[in-house]
């Protein structure tokens, strides 16, 4: 696929020619220099944008080939996103704010998966918080949360331990590659810092908006040699 913003002069080509695929029940981390296109990869993937050339399969489907409203469905059911601004709402309370999708889908809420989920998160004594009065990692538990509260099948995370500290980092890393190991769930996580990386399965490089090698069973050291070799 490619993704081509704007026109003329002005022309922004954020994704040229990628194709890549992630297996179910894998963690991939996404790598690569400021403004080499991976949160527009993240949103293209996750149908929150449209591709300017080529396909994007969740499965079997095509999600260039949905209407607004399957592709909205597709999203709510199937897909968790965790955006680089968190995107919560601010008169909501955590608590609200994480069951969002589950009242949007008209749902019960399993309250022994929320307990856990938010106890695994360390939130569970801020539930009644706006986010206005969370911290900026207390904030991004909660947008994590959010995206993995309807159990989807794969959970698409732009830098999701870019705000943490690095204990709050590791537990959340542990907890995602829980979600791959015992929920066969998939994550495609975007990341800068090698040690979080290690976390995954698979590397993907990016560099201008192309796909620039990937890395297998990588370690914090493997993932900075490559780093540097990208000059990212
Ligand atoms: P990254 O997440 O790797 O920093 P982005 O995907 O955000 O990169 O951006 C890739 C390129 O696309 C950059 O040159 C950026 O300026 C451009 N870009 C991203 N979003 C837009 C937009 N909405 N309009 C115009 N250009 C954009
Ligand atoms: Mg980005």
Redesign the pocket.
């Known amino acids: 696929m490619s993704k081509v913003?704007?026109r003329g002069a002005n022309e922004?080509r954020?994704?040229d020619d990628v194709t890549v695929d992630f297996d179910r029940g894998t963690f991939t981390a996404v790598m690569?220099?400021?403004?080499?296109?991976?949160?527009?990869?993240m949103?293209t993937l996750a149908g929150l944008d449209s591709v300017s050339a080529g396909r994007v399969f969740i499965g079997d489907l095509d999600l260039t080939t949905l209407t607004d409203n399957e592709l909205t469905r597709v999203r709510r059911d199937r897909i968790g996103f965790v955006f680089?601004s968190f995107n919560l709402l601010p008169t909501l309370t955590a608590r609200q704010n994480i069951l969002l999708p589950v009242d949007l889908a008209g749902a019960d809420i399993d309250e022994p998966r929320f307990d856990a989920l938010v106890g695994s998160l360390g939130l569970t004594d801020r539930l009644g918080h706006r986010p206005s009065e969370l911290s900026g990692g207390q904030q991004q538990r909660v947008a994590i949360a959010r995206a993995l509260i309807t159990l989807p099948d794969v959970v698409f995370a732009?830098e999701p331990t870019g705000a943490l500290d690095s204990r709050t980092g590791a537990a959340l890393l542990a907890y995602l590659r829980l979600c791959v190991r015992e929920g066969g769930q998939s994550v495609v996580m975007?990341t800068h810092d090698p040690m979080a990386a290690s976390y995954a399965d698979r590397v993907v490089l990016?560099a201008d908006?192309r796909l620039a090698g990937e890395l297998h069973q990588p370690t914090a050291d493997s993932v900075l040699a490559a780093l540097r070799t990208l000059g990212a």
Do not use: I, P
């Open positions: 913003y704007g922004v954020a994704l690569g220099a400021s403004g080499s296109g991976k949160s527009t990869l949103h680089q732009d975007v990016l908006g």
